[in-house]
């Protein structure tokens, strides 16, 4: 069952940009922690981007630090806006959400999930 909705992924040249944004209209973001996590073709899913639910704890892996930024609007929207995108960003991109505060890069700490947006980038 499809919780949370991600979109923003297409097409793009290497050292180009794009925003990412996963909102649900099931439940109210205030409470949860939200993640970005991408599978690339043939590898395992792995964590991008968190934000915590209220005193602001943001975690980048190291892959991204620099290049991409995690934020939440007001309403009930998380966006990834990705910059000076690389080949090797290539992949599914899925959010998804957690009761509490805590922020992690682990897809078993995240229990609702959204169906995921494919980002390309060309060289």
């Known amino acids: 069952d499809v919780q949370l909705q991600a979109s923003g992924g297409g097409l793009v040249q290497a050292g180009g940009y794009l925003r990412l944004s996963c909102t649900t209209s099931r439940f109210t973001f205030d409470d949860y922690t939200i993640g970005w996590f991408r599978q690339a073709p043939g590898k395992e899913r792995e964590g991008v981007s968190c934000?915590?639910?209220?005193?602001?704890?943001i975690y980048y892996a190291d892959s991204v630090k620099g290049r991409f930024t995690i934020s939440r609007d007001n309403g009930n929207t998380v966006y990834l806006q990705m910059n000076n995108l690389k080949p090797e960003d290539t992949g599914v991109y899925f959010c998804?959400?957690?009761?509490?505060?805590?922020?992690?890069?682990?897809?078993?700490?995240?229990?609702?999930w959204g169906q995921g947006t494919l980002v390309t980038v060309s060289s």
């Open positions: 934000i915590s639910s209220s005193d602001g704890m």
């Open positions: 998804a959400a957690r009761a509490g505060r805590l922020c992690f890069l682990r897809q078993d700490r995240f229990g609702l």
